[in-house]
């Protein structure tokens, strides 16, 4: 009797976590912010070099396809190897001071609102900090009006640009709560999903059910 009414206490503690944490609205869909300083975590940097990597070995296999097709040979192979590898190191070294502009530009701080409901997750970039996301947040779930939640994300992400992951093709999930960090993974798809320790739990759990073709680890 005693561990089942310490359960009910976890559960009703962690209910009050998540409504301090995720606001929704009548139609059902969650909603959070989240603040990534980004000289602490350079994660934005690395996805630009995956970018570029990818770019850089299509641009090389285009380029070793027309050397092959002119009768370049081992030379050919050996320059286009070169060329590639050089305008690759330039672009790495350029990105960091870049990185950094963008950096200063965004007061050192990467704000993410995440909306999601049944179907799926946004992943959207906000022009704001946390708090005044939050507070705009709060002030339209205290208001009695069906539209009001969604008007006011509609507002955050006016500005910002947003990755949507729909949960049928998500084909890998991984969690890392020490980085906040849940990772959706699909055909052509990459999500990071980033939550506070209070909500952690309850957001990875829903994401899981949610995920019938996900490998789970």
């Known amino acids: 009797m005693e561990q089942y009414v310490m359960i009910k206490e976890k559960q009703k503690e962690l209910e009050d976590l998540v409504i301090r944490s995720l606001f929704t609205d009548q139609s059902g869909k969650y909603r959070w912010v989240y603040e990534l300083p980004m000289l602490n975590s350079f994660f934005l940097l690395f996805e630009v070099w995956k970018v570029l990597a990818v770019s850089a070995f299509a641009v090389f296999c285009f380029m070793l396809g027309v050397s092959l097709a002119e009768g370049g040979g081992l030379q050919g192979l050996l320059f286009d190897l070169e060329l590639t590898a050089l305008v690759m190191a330039i672009l790495l070294v350029l990105s960091i001071p870049a990185y950094y502009i963008v950096t200063k530009a965004n007061n050192g701080k990467y704000t993410v609102l995440f909306e999601m409901d049944d179907s799926g997750i946004d992943h959207v970039q906000i022009k704001t900090d946390k708090a005044k996301a ?23 992400s006016a500005a910002g640009g947003s990755l949507y992951s729909r949960f049928s093709n998500v084909r890998r999930i991984r969690a890392y709560p020490k980085k906040h960090l849940i990772t959706l993974t699909g055909r052509f798809m990459r999500n990071q ?14 994401i899981k059910r949610h995920c019938p ?5």
Do not use: C, M, Q, W
């Open 193 to 206: 999903v980033y939550v506070d320790d209070e909500a952690f739990i309850p957001v990875y759990e829903y």
């Open 134 to 156: 939050l507070d705009l947040l709060v002030t339209f779930t205290g208001v009695a009006a069906k539209s009001r939640t969604t008007t006011a994300a509609g507002l955050l």
């Open 213 to 217: 073709n996900a490998d789970i680890r």
